[in-house]
Structure formats: C-alpha cells, structure tokens
C-alpha cells in the first residue's frame, strides 16, 4: 500500500469526529433535483460529394470512433437471397484496394484500432474505433473497406464455410435456436423477418461473387449513407481527414428499398415445442408481430414493457426468478424494426418447473392488461427517464444513439424531448397500449427443451394446440451445413 | 454539484501520444507509439472501521458509481461448500436492517439508477451507478447492506436464491455448450484441496447444503468494512462526498482482522488427459498450463504469448488454423491470471471432417517455432499497440463492471496503489521479442499440461 501516513492519520480523526453519531437510517435519504440533461451538440456537415458528416466532440480519452452507415440492411434482401446483405458486409474487410485480408487486419490491429462491418435487418456499416493520434492512419484502410472492397473467390469461399459450420455449431444451444424458432414461427418463411439476417444453408451455398458485388452496388453509394464521428476531434480538422478519403466518392445508382409484406395473421394462441432431449432447462419465448421503430406508440410501449418486463424489478422477473425461483432472469422486449418486429416475454427456466413457469408468463401478461398502480408507473417512468443521461457517455453510447436517429430518422429535437415524452406517458396510455399490443390469445408460445418431460404439463395448460418441431425444422437438415 | 462546472478532464494525458488533433503526427506505421502517461486522479482515506476509500472526479455525464470489492472469492470456500461466496452475493440484494426485501432495486429504480455484483475466485465486487443527485441513495443501500445485512437474513431468503444460483448454474453451464469443459478444466489444473480446483459457481449438492448458518458465518467473517474497499467516482464534489462516505460507513462496524490468503505452490507433473461428452456437433480441444500469478514475473508476457499465437488473423495459430489450413472453426489463447496462480489456455474447435489430434499437432509445432525463436518485432510491436488502446478504451466508462471505479477498485486490491494503470502498461513496454520466446519456453512445456477433449455424444454425433 501507499497512502501516505498523514492522510491516513487525517482520516481518522474525522472518521472518530462522525463515528460518534449514527445517521438516520429510518428512510432512505432522497434524491435532490434530478441533474439538468446536457446533450452533446452534433455538429452537422457535408463532404464535397454531399454525403453527411455529424460529429459530436468528446474529449475525455484520446479516441475516436468513425461510423459509416449505409441506409440498407437485410431487411431489404431479395426473396430467396436471404442473407445476401449479411455476407456482402462481412466481405468488405476481406480483401479492399490494393490490400489482402490479411494485410487488412495486420494494418488494423499494428495501430490498434478495431474495425468491423456488419449488416442489421435496417442498415448497414463499417465501424471504427481508434486511438486518434493513429487516426489518420486508420482512415484511408477504412476508406478502402468501404469504398474499393474486391470480394476475392477464396475468401468467400472461406467465409461461406465458416458461416455454414456456425450455423451448424448454433443447433447445439437453445440459447441460439430459441429466437430463430420464434421468429420462423411467427413471421414464416417467406417473411424477411422469419430467417437470421445470415440466411440459411441453402442461400448461404448459393451467393456468387457478382451477387456480393451487385448488393454492395446498391447498398454503398454517397446518396445513401452518412459518416458519424464520436471522439476526441476537432470538426475543421477531422472533416478534410474524412474529405480526402471519402469525398471523391461518387457511386452512383439505386436500389428501391424493399417494403416487407405484413407477415401473417395469427387467429389463436398455439404452442411449439422443439425438443432438445436432455436439457436441463426449458427456453421460452411467448408473444406476437409487435410494432415498427416508427409506431406512435413508442413512449407508452417503453413505459408498460419496463413495468412487465424491462427492468430487474419487472412483474416478469420479480416473480419467475424473485419470487419462484424458476430462472435466472425473466424479461420482455418489443425489437422495433423498420416493419414490425417482435415482442417477447423470455427466460430460461429449469425443466421441471416448466409448467409453473408458463402459467406464471401468463399471470404476468394478462396482469399488465390491468389497472397499474401509481407508484409503479412513476417508478417505471423515472427509470427511463432519469437513466436517459447516462446512455451519452463513451463514443460507443454516443456513435449508437446517432446511427438511431439517423436510420429512424428521428426529429431533431427527439433527444432534447425524450425526458418529457416519458414524462407525458398517463396510466391510461399504458394500459391502452398493452391491450393494444399484449394480445395472449393470439401468442405464440415457443419452448426449446426436453419435450418428453415438458410436454404432458404444457398440455395440461390448455394455452392451444401444440405444435411438435425439431431442430431440423428451425435449421434444415445438419447434413445441409456441411459442404 | 453542478454540471455548470467547467468540464474537468478527468483524465491527465501527458507525453507524445497526448490528445492531439488527428492531423497532428501521427506514429508512422511500423513505429510503435511513444510513450503516453495515463492518470487517474484520486484521493484515498480509510475509515476508523478500516474501510479504505478511494474518490475519482469525472463529471462528463451527471453519473457517480459507488464501487465495493469485498477481498474474499470462491477461494476462501471450504469443501462441502463450493459456490457458497457467490450464493452470498446473490444475498447481498435482498434488503437489510433497514431495506425490505425487494426495496434494493425498487428504490434505485426509482431514481434511475442500475446495480450489479459479480463473483470470481479472490474478490466479489458490487456496483451502483445512479443520477449524481442520488449518490446518498446509493451510499445509504451500500452502507447498509455492509453493515446490517443479517437484520433481515432469513433461511426463507437463502432458499429463494439458492433456487436462483442453481438456475444460473443450469443455464450458463450445465445448458451450454461445452459449459462442463470450463469447471473440468481447473478440476485437473488444479489439485483437491487447492483454492482454485473448483468452480465459482459451485457444485450442486454444496449450493443445496449452504445454510442460513454459513451466511451468518460467512458475513462475519469476511464482510467486515476492513475486508473491503469502496470507490466513489463520476459527478461528484470530492470533500462532500468524503462526508458522506464518514456519514453513511462510519457506524459499520469494524469485524476481526481476515488473514491473508495463503499462496499454495501448486504444478504439474505430467500431461493430464481427460475426455467429456457434451450434446454438441462438434469437439473441441482445450490445452493448459498453469503460469506465474497476476502480475508475477512471466504474466504480462504471457499475455503477449496468447496475442502472437491467436489474436486476430495474422497470428500464428489463427492463420494456419483457420485461415490457411481451414481444419478449425475458431481457435483462442489468453492467460487467464489470478492471485493465487494462472492458467494458459488455448482452445480450439476443429471443422468437420477433421479431428483433434490434427490441430493439436498444429498448435505444438506453433509453440515450439516461439519457444525456439523470439517473433519479429512487428508482432510484438502488434501486441503492445493493441494493449495500448485497450487502456485508453478501459477509461471511456467510469461505471459498471470493468469502468474506471470498477479498474481503481482492482488496482488497489491488488497492488495497494489504484493508479496503478502506468505501471501496468509498462509491464508490457518493458518486454522484448526475447522475453516473448523465454516465456514460451519456461511456461508451456509439452510435457506438463492439461489436455482436455470434448467430443459430440453419439446421439449428436451427426457430423458427417
């Protein structure tokens, strides 16, 4: 140890001067007026090519975190080229200009900076972070990344494989095939939304270079993406950086986005069971089609799902893991999308309390479509509210909140008005939208597990009908992810 | 406490590598950085109850995080009672003298605040982050729990959360694949009777044998505020926050001194070789060797040893393995490092079609090339930048596991100096291309290691 002896001495004539009275234990001590919230500015800008330039000043630590997102994602591949996007994203950094893959990653990881692309159901991009001193080192690579990729054969090839052997490897957790199964139960399989962003075996066998080549053509073009930076920068001195690097990029073209169908109707609650022989634990996923990011709904919804299952003092967690014991953690989620995604209430709980576990879901479920108590609403609502601030603190936090209002493109005054949107959510507002939205009758109840155990309690429920799959139906045939 | 305040940096950077704009000179490529200076300034005092305190100022959001280790891990667990520190964790959020069950979370929720704890082998570390206007909240639930926890203890309370424990276990283990490989693995580094033989999450029989009467023992033994350390860090006004600290912690009670933990010397004789089956497509390979203890001679190199070996695509075993070859599916190597003693690990999952022994004649062809010849510089100097701005990362968060309350904490527990984040980079700096291959050669012999196999069940063995 090295404090130094004075002020350890310091220390304890105060400690003995306060020792001497104990503090007032009898209620909580309450929290002054809440901080005033100080958003970062973003500062707007444009490269000579018209591609948008936002950048927000963060000087703490000497990083930098360099965004380049494009306004296309899986959401948007073709039918039968489910997975197309996912693979033309991960191929960027496979081989750029005149660079290798492998002379890619060695000039990456030589300046220590992290670079990845990757594709979401409604966007794509390429991601820096870097020390800034190495930034200008780092961003003609990226540049190449996004601009000049060359999609060689052998590295498809490879990726193609290791792609096919994950997918395989994923059929051995439940933890991996539970969203797969929900989504393939309540979107099917003609929905984009049905199938993982990577696609299947079969599509993932099917990609050729020009494919990969023709989806970057319409997905990476100036007029249909824009450049965030986070970090320690100086805007008059970061934009000519971004300038030589990507402003003479002029690709032109379009592609249409894809507008998704509406996935299918269900008219009653059903239950899929897909049997995983021997697991000790059930995974549940119960609900329906919810709603899209752009819903006017959305404070109301993260106000009745913080109360049903959004937070560790959830109704959902306080009573499968508080209260019964049954699980580790029990939460709910809407997953807003361009298009609808789903809303899930979700745990793993041990097997042989499956039953009580489901029929403990549906207390909760049908709870939320109830009257919620006062404290409760305020409780829910200074959660959100008052956690608000502290989503603005690492470029990480920032870089993601931006790409948000640019792929939604939300207003710009949305951050400055979150707080008191969230203060305007009424009790009323909240049971509306669970009514609206938390439909149990028309479910899905999906349950990965020992169906030999679990199902004679289900049936008992009476939830519906039960449906029995295997992991073969979730993923095709185990044989179809080998070569 | 205001935000009005000029934006203080709560970082001190000093030397070549300073905040520079972009367009300054920026190390050429094949040069490694100068050196940069990291400072995290605090202050420190400990309690007359001898809870040591450490303040750290950052106000570039309107958060504090209240930091505690308690100095005592699954390590201190006697036989019969495995798994018993982090069931006592689980504890440690149920409500105390004068916090009802349950109100630990409401009334943090209630001002936006989160919380979490985690259990390793030497510590348990519990954290608060909350909107700086509730850092008394937090100081009141920290305090409280420190000093009044078995007030509310009930056996009805151990019960509920062994319920719990044992459903962590399930699922993040028994329910996972390759999940058993992690607690065999110290099973057969270590021998019975060693701190580090078995796993954190315990055995099941154990966590249904703990009992009210181990949480009353275990508190009063290792709870004490003399046991512990706190940080306070984020949005706050240091001498404020030191009176607050006296208010809350200074009527804990101070408990018995806790003896230090014994270091037991610990080695293998011989290759240790054992095979699981697990529901899973594929096997995979684990290959370890016990190595010098966190921040013993040999343990930073070893951390350059696992990057020149499996860090990113150019390295040694990654390149074969997976991208040249293409026989395995992934492969990674780290120290794993502890305060009583460290393993390597290299873990490595073959393709289909190809075996175990295919990759493992890889990876010990790949040691014996770096026990025989030091890499080349440009490896090296791959390595050292990587750890480099993996320092600079660590400082973007003062909250939460791994922030810079959470990095103060670590620090002073292990060294007794919480700035101690230069030093730990230097450990590194320090190190030449030759040091990389003696480490090699001293700590990973082919002849003492642990080689763990796990193969597909033949129900599951549908690989073709």
């Known amino acids: ?483 | 406490m205001k935000i009005a305040l000029p934006i203080i940096a709560a970082l001190v950077w000093t030397g070549a590598a300073a905040a520079q704009s972009p367009s300054s000179s920026a190390p050429a490529a094949g040069q490694p950085a100068a050196p940069s200076r990291i400072e995290v300034p605090y202050t420190q005092f400990t309690l007359p109850n001898g809870l040591h305190v450490i303040l750290h100022e950052d106000h570039s959001v309107p958060v504090v995080s209240v930091n505690v280790w308690y100095h005592v891990g699954s390590a201190r667990e006697r036989q019969g009672r495995t798994g018993f520190a982090h069931l006592f964790e689980h504890l440690m959020f149920m409500g105390s003298g004068h916090v009802k069950p349950g109100e630990f979370d409401t009334l943090l929720e209630t001002v936006g605040g989160t919380n979490n704890g985690s259990t390793e082998t030497d510590r348990t570390n519990y954290w608060i982050n909350v909107p700086s206007n509730a850092l008394e909240l937090a100081l009141f639930l920290e305090s409280d729990r420190m000093g009044y926890l078995l007030d509310t203890m009930t056996p009805q309370t151990v019960d509920a959360q062994r319920d719990v424990v044992k459903n962590e276990r399930r699922q993040s283990y028994e329910n996972r694949p390759y999940g058993m490989a992690e607690i065999a693995l110290t099973e057969m580094l270590f021998p019975e009777g060693h701190p580090y033989h078995w796993p954190v999450i315990g055995y099941m029989p154990d966590l249904t044998a703990a009992s009210y009467d181990d949480v009353v023992a275990f508190f009063k033994k290792y709870y004490a505020p003399g046991n512990a350390s706190l940080v306070v860090a984020g949005d706050l006004d240091p001498a404020a926050t030191r009176r607050l600290v006296e208010k809350w912690f200074g009527d804990v009670k101070a408990g018995a001194a806790v003896e230090p933990p014994t270091i037991p010397g610990v080695a293998l004789t011989s290759v240790q070789k054992r095979t699981l089956t697990d529901r899973v497509q594929l096997p995979r390979l684990y290959l370890a060797w016990l190595t010098p203890r966190h921040f013993a001679p040999g343990d930073a190199a070893l951390d350059i040893v696992a990057d020149v070996l499996a860090g990113g695509k150019n390295s040694r075993l990654y390149k074969r393995l997976v991208y040249d070859m293409q026989i395995a599916q992934s492969v990674s190597a780290q120290q794993s490092s502890g305060g009583l003693a460290s393993y390597f690990l290299v873990e490595v999952t073959p393709r289909p079609g190809h075996t175990v022994g295919e990759v493992m004649k890889v990876i010990d062809e790949e040691i014996v090339k770096l026990q025989r010849e030091a890499p080349t510089a440009h490896e090296l100097g791959r390595s050292l930048n990587q750890i480099e701005a993996s320092f600079y990362n660590r400082m973007e968060r003062v909250g939460g596991f791994g922030g810079k309350a959470d990095q103060l904490n670590a620090y002073y527990t292990e060294t007794g100096d919480p700035d101690w984040f230069n030093e730990d980079l230097g450990r590194y700096r320090a190190l030449s291309p030759s040091d990389i291959r003696a480490a090699a050669e001293a700590f990973l012999p082919p002849d003492r290691r642990v080689e763990l196999t796990v193969v597909p069940e033949a129900a599951s063995n549908k690989q073709p």
């Open chain 1, 1 to 483: 140890m090295r404090p130094s002896h004075l002020v350890v001495l310091a220390a304890l004539l105060a400690g003995a001067a306060v020792g001497a009275q104990a503090p007032d234990r009898s209620k909580p001590p309450s929290a002054g007026p809440a901080p005033a919230l100080h958003l970062p500015a973003v500062q707007k800008r444009q490269l000579s090519n018209g591609l948008p330039v936002w950048i927000v000043e963060l000087h703490e630590v000497p990083v930098a975190q360099v965004n380049l997102v494009a306004f296309s994602g899986s959401g948007d591949d073709p039918s039968g080229r489910f997975g197309v996007t996912s693979l033309t994203t991960s191929m960027l950094e496979e081989g750029a200009g005149g660079r290798s893959a492998l002379q890619i990653a060695d000039a990456v990881d030589f300046l220590g900076a992290d670079l990845g692309a990757g594709a979401t159901f409604d966007a794509s991009a390429v991601r820096l972070h870097v020390p800034v001193a190495r930034l200008a080192d780092a961003l003609p690579i990226m540049a190449d990344v996004v601009l000049r990729p060359t999609f060689p054969q052998d590295e498809l090839d490879r990726l193609r494989q290791q792609r096919l052997t994950a997918l395989l490897q994923a059929r051995d957790d439940p933890a991996a095939i539970i969203p797969l199964a929900f989504a393939r139960t309540l979107y099917g399989t003609a929905h984009r939304y049905g199938t993982a962003t990577t696609g299947t075996a079969e599509t993932m066998k099917s990609f050729t270079v020009a494919d990969l080549r023709a989806r970057y053509a319409a997905i990476f073009r100036p007029a249909n993406c824009a450049l965030l930076v986070v970090g320690d920068v100086m805007p008059d001195r970061v934009v000519p950086l971004l300038e030589s690097s990507f402003g003479r990029w002029t690709t032109s073209g379009a592609a249409a986005p894809i507008t998704l169908a509406a996935p299918p109707e269900r008219s009653r609650r059903e239950v899929y069971i897909v049997d995983k022989p021997g697991a000790p634990q059930t995974q549940v996923r119960i609900g329906m089609v919810g709603v899209p990011r752009s819903t006017a709904d959305y404070f109301p919804i993260q106000i009745m799902n913080t109360i049903l299952g959004g937070s560790f003092a959830s109704r959902l967690n306080m009573n499968l893991r508080e209260k019964n014991g049954y699980t580790y953690g029990a939460t709910s989620g809407f997953d807003m999308r361009a298009s609808a995604g789903p809303f899930a209430a979700a745990a793993g709980v041990q097997t042989d309390k499956t039953s009580e576990s489901l029929k403990e879901f549906f207390n909760e479920l049908n709870g939320i479509l109830q009257p919620v108590p006062a404290d409760e609403l305020a409780r829910a609502k200074n959660y959100v509210a008052l956690r608000f601030p502290s989503g603005f603190e690492s470029t990480g936090d920032i870089s993601r909140r931006l790409e948000e209002a640019l792929i939604y493109r939300l207003p710009d005054d949305y951050f400055a008005k979150y707080v008191q949107n969230i203060e305007a959510v009424t009790a009323a507002d909240v049971r509306r939208v669970a009514q609206k939205y938390i439909q149990t009758g028309k479910f899905a109840v999906v349950v990965v597990g020992d169906r030999k155990v679990i199902e004679p309690g289900i049936k008992a429920l009476n939830l519906g009908p039960i449906n029995n799959l295997t992991v073969d139906d979730i993923f095709g045939p185990a044989a179809a992810a080998s070569r």
